[in-house]
């Protein structure tokens, strides 16, 4: 039936132009080199010096593993930057930056508007001494640097919201 | 999209085919099929309206949206897929009625998925039916199972509704609103959920039912 097949082509060539609209719309948010000249580089952290960071804070922790090349951690970025906004005050964010250069990471720290403390670990060490596996990973710490859990992979809004509540409770 | 969603994808497509077993009345043809593409169109517009709501501009990383836990906006997502079905029906809106009672049970499947994502509690609770995170002491709501257990007698209650054009589709919007209206109190949440679009369905859903008989005679036709 050629005008049906006409028909639907036709209505998918204007679905994916109102896509693109639609997707054109979209924040621009990539920050050039420019924008990060200001910004100090990030701090290098061995394991050691991570655990003995983490277990002098007296609170519970997040603390999230990420990349600049890394496709999820672009996605759950907004939703780390958003919890810092209304846990900051009771939890800990921290954010290990992996596999990485100093200037992709100040652009997607720019980017992004993550303003919590980051650390440079260009070896996987922090990673690795937890032993979380691929990036992203979140660890998630009781008071004083004990490990309360660790989630692989790419962050859900319940995911974080669920285990932020579990660090609350043990905290109280 | 990882393998537990895959898993959850899969059963509210069971759920869904289950439904359409069930209440096959009036049905058009291939009506699991049109369900799914319906999901996956509601599911590309709401991650791309996601997307744009965070900042992240689709044509500068096309990529991102697979990555559907990155967020997927819900009313942008029921809208999409409600636009989807509708265009690849050739906009029979009576089909809406007839197609409604499966989809709310697929969306019942894709609750009750939770179980493949270990991903079903809520908020804390003493109850004794609630369970605990694996290495927590804190029992929880099963809050996506009751959810589940809701859309079910809201399937069911849909498919004992009169063929009038839109009664059984608006209340399907209703009741899937409501029932996510209710649950969303005990669903862990940092924004405190898209309540403002459960109302939105709720209230539509309402006006649809309302306002379809009245639609008959001018441009639309009756369900035959």
Redesign the interface.
Known sequence: MPNRNGQSFT?LKR?IVL??I?????????AGPEDVGGRPDLPATTADEFEAHIGGIDRPAVVNVWASWC??C???A??LN??FE?YGSQIEFIGVDVQDNQTDAKAFLAE?GLEFDHFFDRDREVVNFYAGIGTPVTFFFAPNGEL??THS??????????N???LL?LGS | MEFTLLWAALTAIGFSWIGTRLWSDRLPDHPTDRLIGAAVGGLVVGRLVAMMLQGINPLVNPLDIIIVRGGVHTGAASIGAIVTYLWADKWRIADLDATAPAAVLGLAGWHAGCLWRGACLGTASGLPWAWAEPGSAVTRHPVELYAAAGLILAAWLVSRLPWRLLTRAGAALALVGLVRLLTEPMRPSLTGGPVGWYLAAVAFGGLAVWLGPRLVGHRITAPT
């Open positions: 209505m679905s896509t693109l639609l997707a054109a719309c979209g924040g621009t948010a990539t496709l999820p672009r996605s759950e907004p939703l958003q919890a209304q992004f309360f859990k992979g790419i962050l859900d809004e319940r995911t974080l919201a669920l932020i509540d579990e409770q």
